[in-house]
């Protein structure tokens, strides 16, 4: 049976993992804005971005509280980058977040935009094969709780953990042509 994955759509790499998404079969992708739109869903991504403006942006569409409740629910959710921002309990200097994740995170911990890199890892929890990493004024997490399983580190530091039904990546996967994450997702 056909599952509806959503990519909450109001700023970032909304496109790119629509087209991800799309390459999965089995897998209607939809964009998310409203109400309906968090209660259809399977399954939802917080895309890359600006994770002040997508805050924002939940709370005058009044979706920061059902988007929580769902979460809390069980609901699958994959956050990357700002959308990992957004999961975080705890956000060093502090931003409005859901709240919903074990993690402490540190936004753009590697610097400005200037410091953007990419490299190949491989995170055997996704594939034994390396995958490229893209990391755009990425953030990484300082510390975690003790439900939350430590999927990739990376000098040290940790960019890649899930905890239940939550997936959180300080990378952008969709910004590749590998999908190999996306289907992890999918089936989680
Ligand atoms: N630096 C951004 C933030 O703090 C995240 C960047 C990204 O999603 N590529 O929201």
């Not at 993992?17 to 399977?42: A, R, W």
């Not at 990546?169 to 042509?177: A, D, G, I, K």
Request: negative net charge; aromatic residues 6%.
């Amino acid at each position: 049976m056909s599952k509806v994955v959503g990519v909450l759509s109001y700023q970032g790499s909304v496109i790119e993992h629509m087209k991800s998404l799309s390459k999965i079969e089995g897998i209607t992708p939809i964009e998310v804005k409203t109400l309906e739109g968090i209660n259809t869903v399977d399954a939802l991504i917080i895309p890359g971005g600006e994770s002040t403006t997508i805050s924002k942006l939940l709370k005058i569409f009044g979706l920061f509280e059902p988007l929580k409740k769902r979460i809390q629910d069980g609901m699958p959710i994959w956050g990357t980058c700002a959308g990992m921002i957004l999961l975080a309990n705890e956000i060093v200097g502090e931003q409005a977040h859901l709240g919903c994740m074990d993690i402490k995170v540190k936004r753009n911990a590697y610097g400005s935009q200037l410091d953007s890199f990419s490299c190949h890892k491989t995170i055997s929890e996704f594939s034994e094969s390396p995958l490229p990493l893209v990391f755009i004024r990425a953030p990484y997490i300082e510390s975690v709780g003790k439900d939350v399983q430590v999927l990739c580190q990376l000098d040290g530091h940790i960019v890649c953990a899930r905890q239940n039904n939550m997936l959180v990546t300080s990378f952008h996967p969709e910004l590749t042509e590998d999908i190999t994450i996306h289907e992890y997702f999918c089936n989680m």
